[in-house]
């Protein structure tokens, strides 16, 4: 692996993906210290929904005042697809105006990749979003399977694989580890 040299730049692009646990918690370890540098962060949630009682949102209460939770749980809850396609692709508007409009630091986009996998939301819009965002905002997404496009504009890319889970041996979600 070829070594290169260090360079600053205004901002980056992470994105955590794969089919382990821990994208979404890693990338609320960045909101925290963003937070504790004194960052603005903001944080648009693609899929969960207001009914949602999750620990990242209890401290984010505390820390994040621009925490949009504008999903509706997962698509095999909805009792309407429609609207939560439409809700999809208003968490995508409310980002993109986010991303554009230097106010913050840091924005995380949780779950930003099954907006795109469903269709609510095209790939070049967010690529778009992304590499015409404000000049020091840094951005992390999270999310199963990233469309290439996403991994290409990004500074860091850290596939999460699971090697062994609670829930594979029975073992229900747990306050304050899962949730």
């Known amino acids: 692996m070829a070594t290169h040299p260090k360079r600053r730049v205004e901002s980056r692009?992470?994105?955590n993906t794969g089919h382990g646990k821990g994208k979404s918690s890693a990338a609320f370890g960045v909101?925290?210290?963003?937070?504790?540098?004194?960052w603005k962060v903001c944080v648009i949630q693609f899929i969960k929904g207001g009914k949602?009682?999750?620990g990242e949102r209890k401290l984010a209460d505390h820390l994040v005042p621009g925490w949009h939770v504008l999903g509706d749980g997962f698509t095999?809850?909805?009792?309407?697809?429609?609207?939560?396609?439409?809700k999809g692709r208003h968490a995508w508007e409310v980002a993109a105006e986010k991303l554009a409009s230097g106010e913050y630091q840091l924005v995380i986009l949780d779950e930003i990749t099954y907006a795109i996998s469903y269709g609510w939301v095209r790939v070049q819009d967010v690529v778009d979003g992304i590499t015409g965002r404000a000049p020091r905002t840094?951005?992390?997404m999270t999310g199963?399977?990233?469309a290439a496009e996403l991994i290409d504009?990004?500074?860091?890319?850290?596939?999460?694989?699971k090697v062994k889970h609670a829930y594979d041996q029975g073992i229900g979600a747990l306050k304050g580890v899962e949730y």
């Not at 095999?76 to 439409?86: K, P, V």
């Open 144 to 146: 199963r399977d990233a």
């Open 76 to 86: 095999w809850e909805s009792s309407d697809l429609d609207e939560t396609a439409a």
């Open 52 to 54: 949602w009682k999750v």
């Open 153 to 161: 504009i990004a500074d860091t890319v850290t596939e999460m694989r």
């Open 138 to 140: 840094n951005v992390v």
């Open 13 to 15: 692009v992470l994105l």
């Open 31 to 38: 909101m925290g210290r963003g937070w504790a540098r004194g």
